[in-house]
């Protein structure tokens, strides 16, 4: 009976407990009620919603600035470096074109010097020809007819060797100067220039100097020697200005300009 007593006593102290739990603490508040009026809604407390943050900078705005910025130095650094890059590479260009300039002279002049050292002085099929008997101007006049015929190898073969059985007739610069003109007509210029050059050291003298310098000049034009070729021609014109070479001269020299 005292256990079934205490059982009891020990439920109705938990229910209460339990009870005291729930029981809000505040008493509400009790608003008279008219006879007339219809009842108030009983009043309840409401707790205003915190105000929102006013800020401009956020954790992910913040960043976000942070990234624009950093861009922007990087975008004006590599500005700044393509500029001074694209300078330096035009002044490479220009560099490049002026040293090709020279190259390009350079290799000229080389061809040209090779081409000399490269041309016989005596055409090799010439040495099998058998010289005309006769005095030098028999010699010399059945070699200019074989030229202008076109037997220019045949007639070639007989000046040498008149030049060399009478290197001091009178036809000699003749000769010379028929040697020239018939290695400038088989195409040979390096050569035809050897043999004008030799006729004006040779015999200062000749008849043949105006239209040797004019031949000179005009062939080094022929080969991109514009500079030596103008000192032929003004020469020409400034010595033997009465000439018809040296009006052919003055003309060249107006194309030079």
Not at 197 to 209: A, C, G, H, M, V
Not at 216 to 224: A, E
């Amino acid at each position: 009976m005292k256990t079934t007593y205490f059982l009891a006593l020990i439920t109705l102290l938990v229910v209460s407990s339990a009870y005291a739990e729930t029981t809000p603490t505040t008493t509400p508040t009790i608003v008279p009620v008219s006879s007339s009026a219809e009842p108030a809604a009983p009043a309840t407390t409401t707790t205003p919603p915190a105000a929102a943050t006013n800020t401009n900078c956020n954790v992910t705005n913040c960043a976000n600035a942070s990234d624009v910025s950093k861009l922007k130095k990087d975008i004006s650094y590599l500005k700044r470096k393509l500029k001074t890059q694209t300078a330096a590479l035009n002044n490479l260009k220009a560099t490049n074109a002026e040293l090709t300039k020279k190259l390009t002279k350079l290799s000229k002049k080389a061809i040209v010097a090779a081409e000399v050292k490269k041309s016989p002085a005596i055409i090799p099929e010439l040495k099998k020809l058998t010289p005309v008997i006769g005095d030098d101007k028999t010699r010399y006049q059945a070699a200019l007819a074989a030229f202008k015929q076109g037997g220019i190898n045949r007639a070639t073969g007989e000046f040498q060797a008149l030049l060399k059985s009478s290197p001091k007739s009178s036809y000699a610069d003749n000769a010379q100067f028929w040697i020239a003109e018939g290695l400038l007509r088989k195409g040979d210029k390096v050569a035809a220039l050897k043999a004008f050059d030799q006729l004006t050291q040779r015999y200062p003298n000749s008849e043949k100097i105006p239209e040797s310098l004019y031949k000179l000049g005009s062939v080094l034009m022929t080969i991109h020697q514009k500079s030596k070729a103008k000192e032929y021609l003004q020469y020409l014109v400034a010595y033997y200005p009465k000439t018809s070479s040296a009006k052919l001269a003055s003309q060249k020299l107006k194309q030079l300009k």
